[in-house]
C-alpha cells in the first residue's frame, strides 16, 4: 500500500522556494544552478523515502519510515502542533537523534510552491517543523 512519502530537509527549504532539494542537492539555490550554466532537474518524490506505516487517529499521526540506512517514526497532532514527537534510529554510525514538533501545516491539495507542492497527489500532506533535543535546537523539516 502507498501511504505516502517524507523527507528530511532545512528550514530553508520552505523559507526560499528556489532551495535544492534534490538528491544530489548541495546548499546551493536553484537560481544560482540557472547563474552557473547548470539546467536544474525537475524535482521529484522518487527518491523520498516511502512511509511504510501509517495510522491516523482523530488528529494524531503516527508515520514510520525505513531506509536501508535508517528508521524513523514521526508522531504529531494536528490540533497540537507543539506536542508531537520524533526518532531517527540510524544504521551507521549507531545513534539515535530525537526531537520535538514545533509547527504543523497543512498542505492545501492546490498548493504549486516547490517542495511542499510535491505532496499534492496524496490524502494527507502536512509539511512539520521539528527541533531537535539536542542543545544546538538544529531545526529540520519532516514532509509527510
Request: one cysteine or more; proline letters at 7%; glycine letters at 4%.
Amino acid at each position: 500500500m502507498n501511504y505516502g512519502v517524507a523527507r528530511f530537509m532545512p528550514i530553508e527549504c520552505l523559507d526560499d522556494p528556489n532551495w535544492g532539494v534534490g538528491r544530489d542537492a548541495r546548499k546551493t539555490s536553484l537560481v544560482e544552478e540557472y547563474i552557473s550554466g547548470n539546467t536544474p532537474k525537475r524535482q521529484t518524490v522518487t527518491d523520498w523515502p516511502k512511509v511504510c506505516e501509517a495510522i491516523c487517529r482523530g488528529n494524531q499521526f503516527v508515520v514510520e519510515l525505513s531506509t536501508p540506512t535508517f528508521k524513523a517514526m514521526l508522531r504529531f497532532f494536528t490540533d497540537k502542533p507543539d506536542a508531537g514527537d520524533f526518532e531517527i534510529h540510524y544504521q551507521h554510525p549507531h545513534r539515535i537523534k530525537k526531537g520535538r514538533t514545533l509547527k504543523v501545516i497543512a498542505v492545501p491539495s492546490d498548493e504549486t510552491q516547490e517542495p511542499v507542492s510535491l505532496l499534492v497527489p496524496y490524502e494527507y500532506r502536512y509539511a512539520i517543523i521539528t527541533a531537535d533535543d539536542d542543545r544546538s535546537k538544529a531545526r529540520n523539516k519532516r514532509l509527510d
